[in-house]
Structures are given as C-alpha cells and as structure tokens.
C-alpha cells in the first residue's frame, strides 16, 4: 500500500482521514500546517498528500505549488469545505497549482477512496 501525508490543520479533519485511509492498508503521516507537511516530505518522501487548501502559516495551494516543484512525481489531493464563505474557488486554484484532484468537503470516504486509488494506480503504473 501506499504512503500517504496528510496536512489539516484541523484535528477531526486529521483523525476522519487517517482512519478511511488506514481502514484500506495506507501508511499514514499527519502535519498540522503545510511547513509541516513540506518538511516531513523532504525527510522521507511520500507517495500521495492530501492538503487542506485554507490553512494558517501555509495555505493548501501554496504548499501545493512547492511540493510539485520540488517532488513531480507526488500526488496531491487537495480538499476544502470553503472556509466561513464557503468559496470553493480555492480548490479550482489547487488544481491549476499542481493537486491533481479535488474534493469539496464534506465528503464520503467512498469517493475519496475513489481519487487515491486512482492516483496511486496512476503512480504504480508510471513506475513501471
């Protein structure tokens, strides 16, 4: 299975996502902020993140942007309920920075299950 970073700074959001993705074989990492999730990166890469886009110290896209730059091969899901507005423009924004895909919070554990299958396939299938 695959190594997946997850980056949220919210707690819950963190513990939900943990739990799908170890409930289907995942090795999973949490960072709280996307500094934090760059660093762990850089220190033991990962096969897939999933970032929240409205963070503090380093928003979604942004860490987006970096961890395509610097590692072209990693997946990226990047999620976002919208923040107090619920402008889900943020999400267009992370895909045309470099997430591969998106998901609108909430959302079921089914189709994100559906999106890293997908991308992990995607990423075995380029190794080859």
Known sequence: MARILVIDDESLAR????????????EVVEATNGNEGIALQKADPFDLAVTDVIMPEKAGVETAIDLKR???????IAISGGGRTRNLDFLRLAKQFGADETLAKPFSADELMAL???LIGAAERSER
């Open 70 to 76: 610097d590692y072209p091969d990693l997946k990226i």
């Open 116 to 118: 890293v299958n997908r």
């Open 15 to 26: 513990f939900t996502l943990r739990a799908i993705l170890e409930a289907a074989g995942h």
